[in-house]
């Protein structure tokens, strides 16, 4: 189980690694925290001719908050995400996140702009920053774009990130003092949910975000709508509608879709808790 | 293709050149001999890797060893002569908790790495810090006494 | 003074919790485990395994692998057979049991994901890696038989069309009268199928082996992450055509094994077959995608079962109907029928039955090959027949603990034979029940119980009572033609600084082999235990063995080291007597030196004994025996196994809307007769728990109707860690085994025997309230839901 050959470039500033990515097109693979990406090389379902380790660019770090918005670097390790007092105070579903992600070793390596830009559809940081309604910034030679995260997760594994591009950091508008709830039920301690919900109150609207559902982290729009009206049940019917969830060795169907009310149920409570 | 790599690894300055391809803990125990760091499962569940890269613990099977370009790294063999985890290696010996030994290196890693965020730790905790790491023959329950006599010294 | 017993003279060490003089090494990362070894010259193998289940090899092209750097050899199955003889899996007193030829690497055709086809031979492992990517076979895909339950219907393909049909084995078992007892109009017959999932062992040190074959001397090598050294000294000599003598096989430290370096696996053999070839040591280091299809797999059963009680309370019959998957080869050379043998032997063990009646079916299947893997069949037996006591106490209205105290055989009723054959020494079943249910405080557990469940907290308590085979003697394989050993041997040997060596047959992997060793040699020899040192694992250099499984280190391993210890001391104490011009009878070794037996007063230091007759030999009387080393071997010959028996605990809790369970807590109570260090004991007991709960709840190889491993990472196969493990509570009973003067029986198993038995009863004594049951391991939500209606 040793990776297939690659070539490595490190990159300390976005135009080297703007360069890097022009000179080596698709075959290149841009390297952050590497907690999934070493172990698909190791496991030769990933061979890159060449990995950019973009690990040395100081512009993807930091978190910073100005005009009621948080900007959280694409390199932030997962580890400085659940400790960052800021973090903390306007984005805290995230902090609630971070404890579920794995293991430690990992969480110390692991990155938010890693996890967001591999789009596992069973992880909790996608579906955290769709419950957000964050902004993606993907910078490129051109300059910036940014890209609402309802749009940026496009399929499984498929973002809309550009082979030009990386991802440079997050904006979320500061949801300090508003009830979130992060639910998962994953096997193990750090395991992938079989099925996770992000939660975030937002002005008497709601917005679940479901991981481990589908493609891709899901909102569920008639369920929102239902539980911000106060009906529980109204919203758990609901779900059957929105959530078309695969099966695999964990159970049917039917297991994800009935877990999904289980843990709606379980937010709402979390929420009113709050 | 080799690049040239430069680091300190167990408090000793290291240059080497290696393959890109080459994960951390593969360049622990076949360049340089370090092989108390064991390659359990390579794709980052079994623990048995853990090391410690500028003192935050990593799982060796996925970084690459060119990744930890002027990095301190250190290794349970590094640990041991530093005394840094002597308590923790007495009361494992003393509670038996380790049988084969293979996960143990890495062990000794998550307990330090807990102790050292959490020195009080419940043994609902040591169980969630030592989580990532798969041990095969102890059942955990003597490595958790270890750990809870050493939180208790 | 009174006459001191065997097991209970100053230093004696037995009874007590020493710590591993080896821990210390391995916890310092200086463990020397296969992969940390490295040769001149050595080379690295990796293998093109079979992607399909069932293929024709059509042709094999292997040009640019060859071209590609690094390279030394690629070697396909063709090749191979000339240097490497194929094996059989069978053995004649498993009567019927019939296997096809295995190769070391596949000829012609591939039948599981999986098997090895081409061994390629580079520089290093990354090379090999990559030039395996380079070779190409031409695979004519075959249909593949993957669903046992369809392996013996009209039109599955039968994998082996000269065996003639997929049925492997097959044994029908009937002792007393169990047609009587299902029939009697007094009694409630209660029934289940059940279901063990297929598991496998995910040593963390996966299988390796470094082969040194050495053409100048025609000597090979071979250092063996392996339980049997000297078994595999016999497998690689027969199938390299080399001597016995000129195989060597050492086994340092193992990283776990479990059952799962005990058979032979083709790809060991190819490595030691190419290092034959090359002439040089070649490594091989399974990593753990190709162990989980490779490693031996196990427990694949379904049981239809069912039992007859009384009303008021007598179990009176069992009748098990076992059917089991085994791949396409039966195992070399323990075989694959043993597994379900075993479960036939075992169902009901515990019990006082009137009847009983089994059958196993073994068939083969394109899956990966299983075999003997920790307690093998107990975990079966023990779930099923623990399963229907929990059903007839139901049926019947009474505790399931009052249930077993009435049925379990009395302790005063040895020695006993049961309906299944199986002869008793002496089993403690009644008095480890007894123990359980005070440790646990059941009384108290049902309140809490019952008090939570009317808050809609749904807990549940599941007891089971298990019997446990250890120190197998010729019985288990030698009967039936395998060169495996059932007498171990141990040579003790004082050296002139006072210290004394011990070379054994049986093998540390952890257990604490090599401290037990100590223990014993340490009081039969009468020295502290720091002044013993133990090699283990060497055919060169230890007496001839089996090796450690099947729970027999301790137990015969261990006897062979007290009586070796003893002749020692008495050897010590001869030239003692010439020395001092006293009575060898009159004298004693204690703490290291030769004193008076009557008063304990220090006569001669054992250093200054053996500087005397190593280096001033001359001193002493012309006639007098100078030896001082002893040989001592110990068969089991008064029963064919040891058995022992245990009770254990489960206590958990059921979400019923999410179906998870929460482990609470664990207990078990067991008898391996004389408990020679009760902290190793405990934490194998401990270990063994862990491994029968991951099978009861996490662990599932998982295949396609197509024959593909589904759970073939470590993020599918789950293992139990420690955050979802419960603390466990170990307390003994023991009954020593009259047959040796130690006592000692195995506890390597007891663990796994009964913990998902305890698990099931527990799970079902959760959703009681709700008419849900559940048989299948492992207990999913999903399965937990479904019985539950909720999906």
Redesign the interface.
Known sequence: ????????A?ATTLAEVFDLLETHGDSARL?AG??SL??A???RLASPSV?L?I?GVAALRGISFADGRLRIGALTRH?ELGADPLVAQHAPLLAQAVPHI?????R??GTIGGSLALADPAAELPACILALEAVLVLASREGERRVAARDFFQGLYQTALRGDEVLAAVEIASQADVPCTLQELAR???DYAIVGLAAQSARGALRLAWFGVGATPLRTPRAEAALAAGDVAGAQAALAGELDPPEDLHGPPALRLHLARVLLGRAAAALKGH | ?K?DLSLTVNGEAISARV?????LV?FL?EVLD???????????????C?ILVNG????G????A??A?GAEVW???GL?ESGAIAAL?EA?????A????????GM?V?AA??LKANPSPT?EE???????????????????DAIEEVSRA | MNELSSVDRPNSYIGR?V??PN???????????V??LRLPRMVHVAFLRSPHAHARILSIDSAAARAAPGVVRVVTGAEMAEVCTPWVGVLHHLKGLKSAPQHALAVDRACWQGEPVVAVVARTR?EAEDAVGLVEVAWGELPATVDMEAALAEGTPVIHPALGDNLAFMREHVGGEPDACFADAESVVVQATFHTGRHT??????RAILADYNPAEGRLTAYHSNQAPHMMQTVFAKHLGLREGDVRVICR??????GIKVHVYPDEMATAALSKILGRPVKFSA???EGMVSDIHARDHRIAARAAVTKDGVITAMEIDDLTGIGPYSVYPRTSAVEGNQVVNLCGGPYALRGYKARTTVVFQNKTPTCQYRAVGHPIATTVTEGLVDLAAEAIGMDPAELRRRNLLADDVYPFKNHANLSFEGLSHQACLTKLLAMMDYEALKAERDALRAKGVYRGIGIASFIELTNPSPFMYGIGGARISAMDGATVRLDPDGSVAIASGVTE????TEAMLAQIVAGAVGVDIARVRVTTGDTETTPYGGGTWASRGAGIGGEAALQAGHALREQILVIAGAMLQAAPEALDVRGGAVVDRATGAERLPLEELGRIVYFRGDTLPKDLPRELVATRHYTPKDYPFAFTNGAQASYLEVDVETGFVTLLKHWCVEDCGTVINP??VD?????????GLGGALLEHCVYSPEGQLLSG???DYL?P???E?P??QVAHVETPTKESALGAKGAGEA?TAGAPAAVQNAINDALRPFGARVFAQPFTPARILTALGKI
């Open positions: 189980m040793k990776p297939a050959p690659f070539a490595y490190r390297l590497g907690q070493v172990a090389l190791n496991l990995l380790d690990n580890a794995a293991h430690a070793a990992i110390n390596r193990r301690h750090g | 293709m690049l393959e890109p391809r080459m994960h593969d125990r370090l092989t108390g760091s064991h390659a359990g499962c390579e794709h980052g569940v079994c623990g048995a853990s935050e613990m990593v799982r099977c996925l970084m690459l060119v990744q370009e290794t349970v063999e041991t290696q494992f010996v003393a509670r038996n380790l049988q084969c030994g293979y996960c143990t290196p000794l998550a790495t807990l043994r040591i169980r969630e810090g030592i989580s990532g790491n798969y041990c095969r023959c102890t059942g955990y329950h003597a490595i958790v | 919790s710590p591993r821990a210390k090494r391995l916890v310092a990362g200086r463990g020397q485990y992969d940390d990354a062992g995910v040593c963390l040190e996966g430290d193992v990283g776990g094994s479990y990593d753990r995608m992997q952890g257990q604490g902290m190793l934490e194998q007991i401990r270990g063994g728990v862990v491994q990472s470590l993020a293992l860690m420690s955050g493990m603390d466990i663990g």
